[in-house]
C-alpha cells in the first residue's frame, strides 16, 4: 500500500543535540511538508518542497532544517537552536506542487520531547 | 496566521446522535477541506469543497459552505464511537501554496 512513513515514533533530544526526523513516501508525490502540532492546537508549517532539490520556509523555520535530495524522502532536522522542540511532528505530501484542491496526506507522526 | 477556526472546542455525544462542528475563517478561499485525527496518529482527508459548491456529502458526512458567513459545518450522522477524533478545518492561503489547519474539535462518542 502506498502510503508515508515517519520514523522514529518517539524521540527524546538532549541538550545541545541534533536530531533529524525521517519521512518517507511511495506515493510519487512532488510536494512534502513538515508540521508542528502543540497540544490542543492546529498545525503550523514549518518547512514544504515543491520538487526534489528545492524546499521553502513555511511559518516556523527557525531552529530547523531540512533536505530533499530524493522525491521519496524529505529528512527534517530539529537544530539545537530551536528551544522548545517538544511538540508532535507531521509530514504531508500532495500530488504536485501546487496546493490548492489538493487533499494531503499524511505520516503518523514523530512524537519529539526534551530529556 | 490562523484561517480557519472550529468550534466547538469539544463535543460529547452519544452513539447515535449527530454530530455538527463548525469553521469560520477569515478571508477568501478556494475551497475547504475536513480532516479528522486519532488520538496519536496522523490525519486523514475527509472531504474537500469548493467555494462555488454549497454542499457536499460522503456517506454519513455532510458538510456545507457558506462563502457569504465566511463559515463551513460538518455533519456526522448516526455517529459511532469509532469517529470519536480530533476533527479539524483547512483552508487555502489564496494567492500562496499553503493549507492553513484550525485549532480543530474534539469529538467524544460515548457507546
Known amino acids: 500500500d502506498g502510503g508515508i512513513t515517519q520514523s522514529p515514533k518517539y524521540l527524546f533530544r538532549k541538550e545541545g543535540q541534533n536530531v533529524t526526523l525521517s519521512c518517507e513516501q511511495n506515493l510519487n508525490h512532488d510536494a512534502m511538508y513538515w508540521y508542528r502540532q502543540d497540544p490542543g492546537q492546529g498545525l503550523r508549517l514549518i518547512y514544504y518542497?515543491?520538487?526534489?532539490?528545492?524546499?521553502q520556509k513555511g511559518d516556523i523555520a527557525e531552529g530547523y532544517s531540512v533536505s530533499r535530495e530524493k522525491k521519496e524522502s524529505f529528512p527534517l532536522t530539529v537544530t539545537s537552536a530551536q528551544k522548545n522542540p517538544t511538540a508532535f511532528y507531521l509530514c504531508?505530501?500532495?500530488?504536485?506542487?501546487?496546493?490548492?484542491?489538493?487533499?494531503?496526506?499524511f505520516g503518523d507522526g514523530t512524537r519529539l520531547s526534551i530529556l | 496566521s490562523q484561517q480557519g477556526e472550529e468550534d466547538p472546542q469539544a463535543l460529547s455525544i452519544q452513539e447515535g446522535e449527530n454530530a455538527t462542528m463548525n469553521c469560520s475563517y477569515k478571508?477568501?478561499?478556494?475551497?475547504l477541506q475536513w480532516y479528522r485525527q486519532n488520538s496519536g496518529r496522523g490525519l486523514v482527508h475527509l472531504i474537500l469543497?469548493?467555494?462555488?459548491?454549497r454542499e457536499k456529502h460522503s456517506g454519513r458526512l455532510r458538510v456545507t459552505l457558506d462563502t457569504s458567513k465566511k463559515s463551513s459545518s460538518l455533519l456526522i450522522t448516526a455517529s459511532r464511537a469509532a469517529d470519536t477524533a480530533s476533527y479539524f478545518c483547512a483552508t487555502d492561503d489564496t494567492g500562496g501554496f499553503k493549507t492553513i489547519f484550525g485549532a480543530g474539535t474534539r469529538l467524544f462518542v460515548k457507546a
Open positions: 504531508a505530501s500532495t500530488r504536485s506542487g501546487v496546493g490548492f484542491y489538493q487533499p494531503q496526506h
Open positions: 518542497s515543491q520538487i526534489v532539490n528545492d524546499f
Open positions: 478571508t477568501s478561499i478556494n475551497n
Open positions: 469543497i469548493r467555494s462555488n459548491e
